[in-house]
C-alpha cells in the first residue's frame, strides 16, 4: 500500500472508532507513544487512552487529509483539518498530526499524535 492509502485508511478506522468507543484505539499505541493534546503531553498507550476518554462523547468531520512518507519510509506523517463536535456541543475546527511508524511489515503504530482545537 502507498503512504497515501496507508493514511486514509488509517484516518477512517481512527476516526470512527474513537466515536464507537475511544478505549478500543489502544492497540493502535505503545509504550513509546506520545499525544500532545491541547498543549497537554501524555506518554504511553494507556495516559492516550485515558486522556481520550476523559474527553467525552466526539463525531468528527474531517476536511482535508495531506500526507507524507518519512524516515526512509519506515514512517508516515499525517496532517488531517475538520470539525469535530464535543458531547453534541456546536462544531469546533480541528488539526490533528499523526506520525506512524512501522513496527512490521504493512503494520504501523501511532508514535506521535498531536491535536489542537482552532478557534477562528
Do not use: W
Request: glycine fraction near 4%; proline fraction near 3%; charged fraction near 15%.
Amino acid at each position: 500500500m502507498s503512504a497515501e492509502e496507508v493514511a486514509k485508511a488509517f484516518a477512517q478506522h481512527f476516526y470512527q472508532t474513537f466515536t464507537a468507543n475511544a478505549q478500543s484505539l489502544a492497540p493502535l499505541y505503545n509504550d513509546r507513544s506520545m499525544l500532545t493534546f491541547e498543549g497537554q503531553a501524555s506518554v504511553g498507550a494507556q495516559a492516550i487512552i485515558q486522556k481520550y476518554v476523559s474527553i467525552g462523547k466526539l463525531a468528527f468531520d474531517q476536511n482535508t487529509l495531506d500526507v507524507q512518507p518519512s524516515v526512509d519510509a519506515n514512517a508516515i506523517c499525517i496532517h488531517i483539518t475538520g470539525k469535530v463536535k464535543i458531547d453534541s456541543n456546536n462544531p469546533i475546527h480541528y488539526t490533528q498530526f499523526f506520525q506512524l511508524v512501522a513496527s512490521g511489515p504493512s503494520q504501523y503504530y501511532v508514535h506521535n499524535d498531536i491535536f489542537r482545537l482552532v478557534y477562528a
